[in-house]
């Protein structure tokens, strides 16, 4: 399975933008469990952001709560991050992890998948 998310750009304070992340190579052995998205502000360490399940259950950091939605479509291999009220200090790039369920005849092992990421600019 590989990830690839799309979306990034230059936007102005209080702006909006949404991320994309698109999981392929997905089948009946490997199915796409749980999503992520993460940020990495230049010369910071990398934060969670939010997350979203099979099941559509979701998290968000708090610094993000009430201005970030995540979401995925029905095929479940399409995730989204709707981002309003940017601020800069939301400035970074943006990563997509998908934890992928590899199914084989003693169980499930479970496997990461990054994107490489997607820059965010925020102007003030």
């Known amino acids: 399975v590989q990830v690839a998310e799309s979306g990034g750009g230059l936007v102005q304070s209080g702006g909006s933008l949404r991320l994309s992340c698109v999981a392929s190579?997905?089948?009946?052995?490997?199915?796409?469990?749980?999503m992520y998205w993460y940020r990495q502000p230049l010369g910071k360490q990398r934060e969670l952001v939010a997350t979203?399940?099979?099941?559509?259950?979701?998290t968000y950091a708090d610094s993000v709560k009430g201005r970030f939605t995540i979401s995925r479509d029905n095929t479940g291999n399409t995730m989204y991050l709707q981002m309003n009220s940017l601020r800069p200090e939301d400035a970074a790039v943006y990563y997509c992890?998908?934890?992928?369920?590899?199914?084989?005849?003693?169980?499930?092992?479970?496997?990461?998948?990054w994107g490489q990421g997607t820059l965010v600019t925020v102007s003030s």
């Open positions: 992890k998908a934890l992928v369920a590899v199914h084989i005849i003693e169980g499930t092992n479970y496997v990461e998948a």
């Open positions: 190579g997905s089948s009946s052995s490997a199915s796409i469990d749980t």
């Open positions: 979203i399940t099979s099941r559509g259950y979701t």
